[in-house]
């Protein structure tokens, strides 16, 4: 009966010496980390995979979580809950209330960092957030019998309608670094589930720096899952500098902005994801308004 099913080769390297070894040898085998993604494709059981699967599990240099007075380094494979847990103290709000909408609290026990930022083909909450915390990554590249490493901001890491960029070659994510210099007004929405219901969903999030009365730096991301992963600087200017509260009729002609901008440059969006995703910026600039008037 089950003939013609092989196991793949499972390599499990301690430590990324013995992982650099592997990859550079065994260039096609898939990276294995939390397995939540990989285990939920069609035809997930690789048995037709030629350089079998490398389980990142075991290898503790990437389960670290470090931090300095300047920034905070989380390893790729510390996990969502891991990181919820050791974080409270250390990660701006805006983190850990996105790390709170992945899943469930079982599957967050498996879901990795890495994993997260690496699936190939759909984005989903945390790069959306860490993409407007300016949240840099570390990539290793295998290449000719060569390892070379790179930091790299997650927002540059996906095209725009969010397909990971390190598809072209053997890359490892290593650890991610947040900044701790963040914005005193962070706001962050999922709207539906973006696995279920991937058609309808919105994930956006936003920060802003406030100096006096005026914004002094606004960044947002808004995410369709697997349609667009857009971060606009036309509009984060066109935000920066002004005098808070911004007046009503400018904060509705921003929000038909952004529709115009996704209208252009993404195709497959819904006109409900569309009104969504516009109402929920336009909430966000009166909740703006709203913190500026009570301070
Ligand atoms: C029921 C369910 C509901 C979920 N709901 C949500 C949700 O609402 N919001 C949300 O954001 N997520 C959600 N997730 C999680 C999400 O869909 C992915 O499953 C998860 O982020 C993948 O993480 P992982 O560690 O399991 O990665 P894996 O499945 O092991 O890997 C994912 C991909 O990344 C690659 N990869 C892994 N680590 C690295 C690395 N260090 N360097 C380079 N490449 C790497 C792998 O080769 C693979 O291609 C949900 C998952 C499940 C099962």
């Keep these: 009966m089950y003939e013609g099913i092989r196991s793949p080769v499972i390599h499990t390297p301690k430590t990324l010496s013995e992982f650099n070894a592997i990859a550079l040898r065994y260039t096609q085998a898939q990276l294995w980390a939390g397995g939540t993604y990989l285990m939920s494709q069609k035809n997930y059981y690789p048995s037709e995979i030629k350089d079998g699967i490398i389980d990142l599990g075991g290898i503790d240099e990437l389960k670290k979580i470090t931090r300095n007075d300047r920034f905070v380094e989380i390893g790729s494979m510390v996990t969502a809950s891991q990181l919820l847990y050791a974080g409270k103290l250390v990660l701006p709000d805006i983190l850990q209330q996105t790390l709170q909408t992945l899943a469930s609290q079982i599957v967050r026990h498996q879901i990795t960092i890495g ?78 589930d973006p696995i279920r219901n991937t058609d309808e969903c919105v994930i956006f999030a936003f920060q802003a720096k406030r100096t006096q009365n005026t914004l002094s730096k606004a960044q947002f991301c808004i995410n369709f899952p697997s349609k667009a992963f857009h971060m606009s600087k036309d509009l984060e200017s066109k935000l920066t500098g002004q005098t808070l509260p911004i007046h009503p009729e400018k904060v509705n002609s921003i929000s038909y902005e952004l529709v115009a901008e996704l209208t252009k440059q993404h195709s497959n969006i819904t006109d409900l994801q569309l009104e969504r995703g516009r109402r929920i910026f336009e909430s966000t600039l009166h909740a703006l308004n709203a913190q500026e008037l009570q301070s």
């Design 115 to 192: 994993g997260s930022l690496c699936i190939p083909d759909v984005r989903l909450a945390l790069s959306t957030t860490l993409a407007i915390l300016d949240a840099t990554a570390e990539i290793k590249h295998y290449q000719n019998g060569k390892v070379s490493s790179h930091w790299i901001q997650i927002s540059k890491l996906y095209d725009k309608d969010g397909n990971l960029l390190l598809n072209a070659e053997k890359a490892l994510m290593t650890r991610i670094r947040i900044g701790l210099d963040f914005g005193d007004f962070q706001r962050f929405f999922t709207v539906e």
